[in-house]
C-alpha cells in the first residue's frame, strides 16, 4: 500500500486500529524520497536515522496507550526552524554546519505528540524570495512540472507535501511563504494570526511578521497541526496570552450565510486569466454552499509591496547583523576584525540577501529613516485599517493566493521587483498580522494548480479553517496529485 | 530616488559586505529601482498617522528572576568557528 500518499487523517485512523505501523510508515514514505527527491529535490537534509528512531518511540507511544494524532507521523521541518543537534541552515551558506544547541517551541511540541521528523527543506536563503531559487545550496522544482519553480520561500515544504515526500510539513511566513508555494504546489498552507505560533526557534527574518504555519494535503491536516504548534509560548513574548481550542471541531459546521467580502482591488489588470476564472468559479461555489459574496475596498492595497520591503529589509538588516563570523557558522578570516566581518558576510551571503540588508540599512540610516522606514510603519496602520473596516461588514475575504500559477525556474531571478511583485495578493495579510489560509481550487490549461486565498479577522483559524474544509469537501482538487 | 555609487558603497560598509565594482554596479541599479517603486508611498497622506511597528498590543513580559537550567557553555561554543575552553575566539582588537 502506498502508505506515503495518505493523509495525516488517515494514517491516524490506520494506527489507531492497530492496521500500520509507524515504522511501515516510515519505511514508505523514505521509498517514495527515494524514487523522487532526485526530481523534486524538496530538502537540504534528511534525517534517517533519526527518523527510525523516532519511528520507535512513536510504536512505543502506540503500545503503552500514550499515542495522539500526530504520534507517528512524517513531518517534515523547513530549514529555518531549529531543531537540536540537526543542522539547520536557513539555506544559506552562512550557516551551512549550524546545529543548534536547543529545539524549538514547534517542533519541541511535535516531539511530545512522537512524531516523526523525516527531513529539513529547502527554502529561499534566510526566507528571503518566492521561488526557492535564492538556496544557497540547491534549487527545488514543482512537482507539477519540473520546469516551474515550487514558489518561496517554504517551496521545498511544499513541494515535500506536494510530491508525498512527506505526510505533512511545517513552513515559515513573511509576506507569503507558506501560502504562496502551497498555491503553486496545490496543497494547504495555513499562515496563523501574528502571535498565535510561538517563533521560538524560528531564525529571525522580519521578527514583527514572521509566523509559522502548516503544509499540509487537507485542510483537515492542517487544523490538527494548528491544534498542536498553536497556543501561548513563555519563551516568546510575542506570542499571544490566548489558549488553544480544538480546530477540529468545526471542521463540517454550516457555512450558511456567512459573509464573504471580495476586494475589488484584488481583481487587477494584468492579473493572469485563468486564475481569476478560477477564483471567481470558486467564489460561485461558495455562494452556492450559502455564502453571501459582497464587494469589498481594501484601498490602501497597492502600497503594500513597497511598504513590506521597507519593513521587512528593515528587520532584516537588523537581525541579520548577528552573522558576524564569531559565535556559528562561516568564518573568513581577515588581517582584523572589521575585515573578517566584511570577508565573512560578503561569502556567507547570497546576492538577494545582501540585496535586502543592504535596502534595509538604507531605510534605517541617518537621514533616511523617516522618509521611508516610518513612513512605511504609517502606510501600514492603513492598511491594518482597511482590514478593521471591510471585516466590520464581511466575516471572510477571499482572494486569489497569487497572481499566476507556478512561473519557470529562471523566468524572475534577474528581475527583483518582478519577483517581489508576485507576493501581491499575501504580503497585507502579514502587515496587518491575520491569519490566512490558501486551499487548491483548480488548474489552468497547462496543468498547473492554482490557490484561493481566505483571509479571516484575527485569532479566527477556526473559522477559516471551517470555510475552507467545507469548499475542500465539496471540490475535487485536493486529491489531485502530480506524476512523477 | 536614484542613489549614486558612492551611497552604495557607504551602505555596503554599513552592512559590513564588501563588494567589488561590478555588484557595486548592479546592486546600484537595482537599489535605485527598487527605491522609485518604493517611492509610491509618497502618494499616501499619513498625516498624524501613528506607525505600526507590531500588530498585536506589546507590553512588557515579567517574569521571577529565578536560575533555570539552560545549554552549557561547552554547547554554546560548539558551534563557534574558533573557541577555546571558555571563549570565543576573534582576531585582536585592541593595538
Redesign the interface.
Known amino acids: 500500500m502506498e502508505l506515503h500518499k495518505l493523509t495525516v487523517v488517515e494514517l491516524a485512523r490506520m494506527i489507531h486500529r492497530g492496521e500500520i505501523r509507524p515504522h511501515e510508515i516510515i519505511i514508505d514514505v523514505f521509498k517514495r524520497i527515494q524514487e523522487v527527491e532526485g526530481k523534486v529535490k524538496a530538502f537540504i537534509t534528511l534525517t534517517v536515522e533519526k527518523a527510525y528512531n523516532m519511528a520507535k518511540d512513536a510504536e512505543n507511544a502506540v503500545f503503552s496507550g500514550k499515542k495522539s494524532i500526530l504520534t507517528g507521523i512524517p513531518i517534515a521541518v523547513k530549514d529555518n526552524i531549529c531543531t537540536k543537534g540537526i543542522p539547520t541552515t536557513c539555506a544559506s551558506k552562512i550557516l551551512y554546519n549550524f546545529a543548534p544547541p536547543y529545539e524549538s517551541t514547534v517542533t519541541s511540541r511535535l516531539m511530545e505528540n512522537k512524531y516523526i521528523l523525516v527531513g529539513k527543506t529547502n527554502m529561499d536563503e534566510f526566507a528571503m524570495g518566492s521561488s526557492t531559487e535564492n538556496s544557497g545550496f540547491h534549487i527545488t522544482r514543482n512537482p507539477w512540472d519540473l520546469e516551474r519553480v515550487p514558489g518561496g520561500s517554504s517551496g521545498g515544504s511544499a513541494a515535500a507535501v506536494s510530491a508525498d515526500e512527506c505526510i505533512a510539513a511545517l513552513g515559515s511566513d513573511t509576506g507569503g511563504s507558506i501560502r504562496q508555494p502551497a498555491s503553486f504546489c496545490g496543497v494547504v498552507g495555513l499562515k496563523p494570526t501574528y502571535g498565535r505560533v510561538s517563533r521560538f526557534g524560528l531564525v529571525a527574518f522580519a521578527s514583527s511578521l514572521d509566523q509559522i504555519g502548516p503544509i499540509t494535503k487537507c485542510v483537515a491536516d492542517a487544523a490538527l497541526i494548528m491544534n498542536v504548534i498553536g497556543g501561548y509560548d513563555p519563551m516568546d513574548s510575542t506570542s499571544a496570552p490566548i489558549g488553544v481550542i480544538d480546530f477540529t471541531e468545526y471542521l463540517g459546521k454550516d457555512i450558511k450565510g456567512l459573509k464573504i467580502g471580495i476586494p475589488k482591488e484584488y481583481f487587477i489588470e494584468g492579473m493572469d486569466k485563468e486564475v481569476e476564472e478560477r477564483i471567481n468559479d470558486a467564489i460561485k461555489h461558495l455562494e452556492s454552499l450559502g455564502c453571501i459574496p459582497v464587494e469589498i475596498s481594501l484601498p490602501h492595497t497597492e502600497y503594500a509591496v513597497a511598504t513590506y520591503y521597507i519593513i521587512a529589509t528593515s528587520e532584516a538588516s537588523s537581525n541579520l547583523a548577528r552573522y558576524d563570523g564569531v559565535k556559528y557558522g562561516l568564518r573568513v578570516s581577515g588581517k582584523d576584525l572589521l575585515e573578517m566581518y566584511m570577508k565573512t558576510r560578503s561569502k556567507g551571503f547570497g546576492t538577494e540577501v545582501k540585496r535586502r540588508i543592504m535596502l534595509g540599512t538604507y531605510s534605517l540610516s541617518a537621514g533616511y529613516y523617516e522618509a521611508y522606514y516610518k513612513k512605511a510603519l504609517q502606510v501600514r496602520t492603513l492598511i491594518k485599517r482597511d482590514f478593521e473596516r471591510a471585516f466590520e461588514k464581511v466575516d471572510f475575504i477571499v482572494t486569489p493566493t497569487a497572481p499566476t500559477p507556478a512561473f519557470k525556474i529562471g523566468e524572475k531571478i534577474d528581475d527583483p521587483l518582478q519577483m517581489y511583485l508576485s507576493d501581491i495578493f499575501t504580503i497585507s495579510v502579514n502587515l496587518a498580522g491575520l491569519p490566512a489560509i490558501s486551499i487548491p481550487c483548480g488548474f489552468n490549461m497547462k496543468g498547473l494548480p492554482i490557490g484561493l486565498q481566505i483571509i479571516g479577522k484575527p485569532f479566527d483559524e477556526a473559522g477559516i479553517l471551517q470555510l475552507a474544509y467545507a469548499y475542500e469537501q465539496s471540490t475535487p482538487w485536493h486529491k489531485m496529485k502530480p506524476t512523477l | 530616488m536614484k542613489?549614486t555609487k558612492e551611497?552604495?558603497k557607504h551602505?555596503?560598509l554599513?552592512?559590513?559586505?564588501?563588494?567589488d565594482e561590478g555588484e557595486t554596479e548592479i546592486?546600484q541599479e537595482?537599489?535605485s529601482?527598487?527605491?522609485e517603486?518604493?517611492e509610491?508611498?509618497?502618494?499616501?497622506d499619513?498625516k498624524d498617522?501613528?506607525?505600526?511597528?507590531?500588530?498585536?498590543e506589546?507590553n512588557n513580559?515579567f517574569?521571577e528572576d529565578e536560575v533555570k537550567a539552560s545549554?552549557s557553555r561547552d554547547?554554546?561554543l560548539?558551534?563557534?568557528?574558533?573557541y577555546t575552553d571558555k571563549f570565543?575566539r576573534?582576531?585582536?582588537?585592541i593595538e
Open positions: 542613489i551611497q552604495v551602505i555596503a554599513l552592512s559590513r559586505l564588501e563588494l546592486y537595482q537599489l529601482r527598487i527605491l517603486y518604493v509610491k508611498l509618497n502618494e499616501v499619513t498617522i501613528e506607525p505600526t511597528s507590531h500588530v498585536i506589546l513580559v517574569r545549554i554547547e554554546a560548539r558551534n563557534a568557528p574558533d570565543f576573534v582576531p585582536k582588537i
